[in-house]
């Protein structure tokens, strides 16, 4: 999982260096399809183990993995979804309404939080792994990989859903103002009309 490592690499890499956001999409992808491999393999594993009377409680440090990864994996898609929803809108000229914006953001914060855990649990348990003298499985790097692209993505997504909201009220707001100044701007008119009317009548 080179590619899981290194797409996760430059994700962080972008937040210290700029510049690398030209990479961005292409990272984003490699993210994604990441993620989709850990959580489908965590889940196929969580499954094996139930096919099989095995410990899926969150005590057993293997079935408490693939949990975090899984719940962490699915909210992440679920979010990137949600922004997709959110830019459209925002395209679109629709006002967002304040239950879609806690929806991003408690989607986003969750995130945060799941994928935290799974990080610091994933290393953890890579270095018992290391210490007791255990092969690291190529699905724990790429758990690791896929939570730790879902956390700063989930950064990203709450800074860009913000910036988003933030253009969007401004910009419904200025289309107020152009309706105000348009309204006000015919009753004048109206009204100088009348005033010139009445003004021929008495001249009359």
Aim: charged share 15%; glycine share 8%; net charge neutral.
């Amino acid at each position: 999982m080179a590619i899981a490592a290194a797409s996760t690499g430059l994700l962080v890499g972008s937040f210290f260096c700029p510049p690398m956001l030209c990479v961005m999409p292409y990272v984003t992808i490699a993210g994604y399809c990441t993620t989709v491999w850990a959580v489908g393999r965590s889940a196929e594993e969580l499954y094996d183990r139930i096919m099989h009377e095995q410990s899926v409680s969150l005590k057993d440090p293997n079935a408490r993995m693939f949990w975090i990864t899984t719940v962490a994996g699915v909210l992440g898609l679920a979010a990137g979804a949600s922004m997709i929803v959110l830019g459209s809108l925002a395209i679109n000229g629709h006002v967002i309404s304040s239950s879609i914006e806690c929806l991003v953001d408690g989607l986003n914060c969750t995130n945060i939080g799941f994928a935290g855990l799974g990080i610091v649990n994933g290393i953890f348990h890579v270095g018992s792994s290391v210490l007791n003298g255990e092969p690291v499985s190529v699905l724990q790097v790429a758990q690791i990989s896929a939570l730790t692209f879902v956390f700063f993505h989930s950064v990203c997504n709450f800074q860009r859903a913000k910036t988003i909201i933030e253009n969007n009220q401004n910009r419904t707001i200025q289309d107020l103002k152009e309706k105000l100044d348009s309204i006000k701007k015919g009753q004048f008119e109206q009204l100088a009309e009348k005033m010139m009317s009445s003004e021929t009548g008495v001249s009359r």
